[in-house]
Nanobody, 123 residues
């Protein structure tokens, strides 16, 4: 069974950091681009950062530039989202999604989705 599982979410104070993980099972991530999306309460889901199968990254959210980075460890079949200098407006459910090779801004292009992990930034 092909599956993506996110982990690492939680409650953090403003200015803090979290690292989210997206682990794949049932398939290898080597040939897939992984995009992190997020959905805040009452808002549409939006793309955040994507990493292609070759390791190049694409930023879809100006609000996270300079604060969030994406990386992959193919040996662990896992992609990471490092989130620093977190703000209350980063509060959302974060999802990872996979598609073949290259990143896309369109959610419908992603074949596999995780269930999401909650990130709450609050004092």
């Amino acid at each position: 069974q092909l599956q993506l599982v996110e982990s690492g979410g939680g409650l953090v104070q403003p200015g803090g950091s979290l690292r989210l993980s997206c682990a794949a099972s049932g398939f290898t991530l080597d040939y897939y681009a992984i995009n992190w999306f997020r959905q805040a309460p009452g808002k549409e889901r939006e793309g955040v950062l994507c990493i292609s199968s070759s390791g190049g990254s694409t930023n879809y959210a100006d609000s996270v530039k300079g604060r969030f980075t994406i990386s992959r460890d193919n040996a662990k079949n896992t992609v990471y989202l490092q989130m620093n200098s977190l703000k209350p407006e980063d509060t959302a459910v974060y999802f990872c999604a996979a598609r073949s090779y290259i990143c896309s801004a369109y959610q419908r292009h992603y074949a596999y989705w995780g269930q999401g992990t909650q990130v709450t930034v609050s004092s």
